[in-house]
């Protein structure tokens, strides 16, 4: 009886494909494309009905085709990775594709190409992005893969679109960005659903409105509406965060929810300030307790700060929380004036 095989005799008798084999698969694979590529050749008017018919299909599809991300205290606005789609998708006759090229250090680097078979042009682009948070640490592995995806697909619309002469689709672009700001008739409608779709990702209204520099809901015109869906595109996209995209022009994050609080006009502090003054002399307050009050209803300035602080006796401040009786008092303060 023949003695049984050794596995180890068995895996020194496997065949392994040589990466010369593989490049040959590969070279033969791309030589049939281009085979293709010349016997169907692309019609570039056909290509422009395609773009503009799909671009401009509807207003939600329009707004996906555009990116706005802040850049030195200006919204840079653009076409975005699924605009970049839908022109390789109607160009045709291309290879496309992005890999993670290098994710050492403080930065992953993405490399993003585009060969266009028919004209045996190719195309390469590299993105990075850093994958270390402010106290210098890397990201954990999730993370690094997270913002190694958002990389690629940057590279990948960026090697797009400069491998399709711009030419050929700038003008798709702004028909998609015609689409995009819709009729005049529908903007409250829009405005609304654009305040809806940025509280998902924990933007309020008063952060929108300082990013664009508005007093009010009513302020926002197309071209304003236009710019947050952009920066909605750009934070789905991965092209920049909510943190910074409505991060205030000198550079300082906002953090979740902040607020921009009016400020304190001087007939409304003139008139408060007499019933803050009862309150504090009467011992039902400290100047503490009217500070946050009115610091939450309202900014106040060095002077108006210094008169509340001026109306505490002999430097004694109450340390205890404010109780019932402090918080009924206030509130009937407050509904007198309200029946004003």
Known sequence: MN????????????V??????????????????????????????QFRRDVM??????????????????????????????????????????????????DAGDFVTAQGVYHDLQKN?????????????????????????????AACSIALRNAILKGI???????????????????????????AEAF????????SKEQVLAKLGLQGDADIGQEQLLTLRGLLTAIKDGDTTPEQA?????????????AVVPSWAAADFSRHLAQWSKAIEAGMNSVGEILAMARSKGAL?????????????????????????????LAKIDQAEAAK
């Open 53 to 102: 018919d799909m671009v401009t299909i509807s207003e939600a599809v329009a707004q996906e085709c555009i990116y706005a991300v802040p850049r030195d205290g200006k919204v840079i606005e653009g076409p975005s990775a699924r605009f970049a789609e839908v022109v390789a998708s109607a160009w045709g006759n291309g290879r496309a594709g992005a890999r993670v090229v290098s």
């Open 196 to 203: 809806k779709a940025l509280q998902g990702y924990g933007i």
């Open 246 to 258: 409505f991060a205030p022009d000198d550079g300082a994050p906002l953090t979740p929810r902040q």
């Open 121 to 149: 042009v190719a195309i390469t682009y590299e993105v990075q992005r850093r994958i270390t948070g402010r106290n210098g640490c890397r990201f954990r592995p999730d993370m690094i893969g997270v913002t190694a995806n």
């Open 3 to 14: 003695a049984p095989e050794r596995i180890d005799d068995l895996d020194a008798g496997m």
């Open 165 to 191: 002469p711009k030419a050929f689709w700038a003008d798709m672009y702004e028909g998609a960005r015609r689409t995009a700001m819709g009729d005049v008739k529908t903007l409250p409608n829009r405005r």
């Open 301 to 329: 300035t060095t002077e108006q700060e210094a008169t509340i602080r001026a109306i505490k006796k002999d430097g004694m401040e109450r340390p205890a929380p404010m109780s019932p009786e402090q918080a009924a008092f």
């Open 16 to 45: 392994t494909a040589e990466s010369g084999t593989v490049a040959l698969l590969n070279r033969s694979e791309i030589d049939m494309q281009i085979a293709t590529a010349h016997k169907y050749p692309r019609s570039i008017s």
